[in-house]
């Protein structure tokens, strides 16, 4: 008979513990933004609507960055209903000093719209 591997055994169980205290707490802490947001569907529809062009989560390029216009709306109760007008009607921005219309996104469909929103506020 062949001895148990006792450490195999050990070893599986020390990585697997710590994997799922980490997931459990994430679930803890950000519920809603775990369940609500599929961010990398929203970071796709961005990609094909070339959103990307000027905006990036963390820096600034030619418009501000996801985090800049999270902050902007922290606490601000009418921030998707904003943010919603924003990105579907094309309002005049100043990009790089000239007045131009903003991009509006090519889709109507309100989960997508959605979902694009609550990353975009997520970061
Ligand atoms: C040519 C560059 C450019 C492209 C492309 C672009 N944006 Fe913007 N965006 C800007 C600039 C500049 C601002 C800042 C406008 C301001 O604060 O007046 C802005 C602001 C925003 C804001 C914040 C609005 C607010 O009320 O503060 C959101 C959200 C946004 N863009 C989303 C998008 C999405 C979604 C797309 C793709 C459909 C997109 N942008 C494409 C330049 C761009």
Redesign the pocket.
């Known amino acids: 008979m062949k001895p148990i591997p006792h450490a195999a055994l050990f070893d599986s169980r020390h990585r697997l513990l710590p994997t799922l205290c980490a997931a459990i707490g994430l679930a803890l802490i950000a519920p809603g933004a775990i369940a609500q947001v599929d961010a990398p569907a929203a970071e796709a529809l ?1 990609k094909e ?3 990307t ?3 990036n989560p963390e820096k600034k390029k ?3 960055s996801l985090k800049t ?1 999270a902050e ?2 922290k606490g601000d109760a009418g921030a998707e209903g ?2 919603l007008k ?2 579907t009607t094309g309002p005049k ?3 790089d000093g000239e007045e ?1 219309e ?4 090519d889709t109507k469909d309100p989960k997508q719209l959605k979902n ?2 609550g990353w ?1 506020l997520s970061h």
């Open positions: 961005m609507n070339k959103c062009k000027c905006h030619k418009g501000p216009i902007k709306y904003k943010l924003h990105i921005v100043k990009i131009e903003h991009e509006a996104i694009l929103i975009i």
